[in-house]
């Protein structure tokens, strides 16, 4: 059976205190709403998220997202990547 793949996108500053997570499923939004309390679903399509973007990035790969892509300078985009089950994958 081929592999299935989940994705999403964090955007933020490596110098900043908060950064945007998209294309979070809602368990995940729950967990990372637990693990930094003060975040909003005040983006379009996103999360706002009240922590470091590494930070939120080596949790995200605790849920069993790898990093597979970046892009940007001052701002930077991560694009991370999770398998996903056969009961999962939604057509």
């Given at each position: 059976?081929?592999s299935?793949?989940?994705?999403?996108?964090?955007?933020?500053?490596?110098a900043?205190s908060?950064?945007d997570?998209?294309?979070?499923?809602?368990?995940?939004i729950?967990?990372?709403?637990?693990?930094?309390?003060?975040?909003?679903a005040?983006?379009?399509?996103?999360?706002?998220?009240?922590?470091?973007?590494?930070?939120?990035?080596n949790?995200?790969?605790?849920?069993?997202?790898?990093?597979v892509?970046?892009t940007?300078?001052?701002?930077?985009?991560?694009t991370?990547?999770?398998?996903?089950?056969a009961?999962?994958?939604v057509?």
């Open positions: 059976m081929a299935s793949f989940y994705y999403v996108a964090i955007k933020g500053a490596l900043s908060d950064c997570a998209f294309g979070l499923d809602p368990e995940e729950s967990a990372l709403t637990k693990r930094f309390p003060n975040s909003k005040v983006v379009t399509n996103g999360l706002s998220i009240k922590g470091p973007p590494l930070t939120v990035i949790t995200l790969c605790q849920l069993g997202y790898k990093v892509s970046s940007g300078e001052i701002e930077i985009t991560w991370l990547q999770r398998e996903t089950s009961s999962e994958v057509l």
